[in-house]
């Protein structure tokens, strides 16, 4: 089973729309939780933490489940400049690398 | 500042040969870590360093080398290039103590192995 494990997509969705992306980890001992954006051949760029009590960003909401181990993000009245993979990021223990899920990919057309 | 810098940002080995990547952070950063990001693969952890002296092997660490002699720098060695280490690589760095913030990445390094 692979540590961080995502919905490849593609997603395809109209501007405006709400699209939600589903992760889920492995390591039940992690301890924090990350949602990055990386556009076409540029470096991932940290979008948003995500913490136990589910936390919000202007149009994004990103939510954890622990007992579950499940992270979400949803995106609300999505824009074009949205297109983009988000990747699911999972890190353990202070002195251990993150883990990077796969991605998701998003296009969101007018 | 300048971040987290990775030099070249474009180079063509032919197999066999040896090269280094570099890899300079600037905002003393005590983690620095490698990533190879292949197409349908996601970010896959060559090898990570907690601090100057330091370092340790990630998912994929056959045929990297790795060194970090100071804080600032974490250079990436390739020992024999093979086309199978065709793939964009990139360095990202965060604080200790602000581990709980994610990663800085530089731009990273698009190499071809023919």
């Known amino acids: 089973r692979k540590e961080v494990e995502q919905d490849p997509g593609p997603f395809n969705v109209p501007e405006g729309a709400t699209v939600a992306f589903n992760c889920t980890y492995s390591?039940?001992?992690?301890?924090?939780f990350f949602w990055y954006r990386q556009d076409c051949r540029k470096e991932p760029k940290l979008l948003m933490s995500v913490y136990s009590s589910g936390n919000e960003d202007g149009r994004f909401t990103a939510q954890l489940n622990r007992a579950s181990q499940y992270i979400s993000l949803l995106i609300r009245d999505s824009k074009l400049s949205d297109s983009a993979t988000y990747l699911c990021?999972?890190?353990?223990?202070?002195?251990?690398?993150?883990?990077f899920g796969k991605g998701t990919t998003l296009s969101v057309s007018s | 500042n300048a971040g987290v810098t990775q030099t070249p940002k474009f180079q063509v080995l032919k197999t066999g040969q040896s090269m280094t990547l570099q890899c300079a952070q600037d905002m003393n950063h005590e983690y620095m870590s490698w990533y190879r990001q292949d197409p349908g693969m996601g970010l896959r952890l060559i090898h990570y360093s907690v601090g100057a002296g330091i370092t340790d092997q990630g998912e994929v660490p056959n045929g990297y080398n790795v060194s970090r002699s100071t804080t600032e720098d974490f250079p990436l060695r390739l020992l024999s290039a093979a086309p199978s280490q065709t793939s964009v690589y990139f360095c990202a760095s965060s604080h200790r103590d602000s581990y709980n913030y994610g990663y800085t990445f530089g731009s990273g390094t698009r190499l071809t192995v023919v």
């Open positions: 390591n039940s001992a992690s301890q924090s």
């Open positions: 990021v999972v890190g353990g223990q202070a002195g251990t690398a993150l883990i």
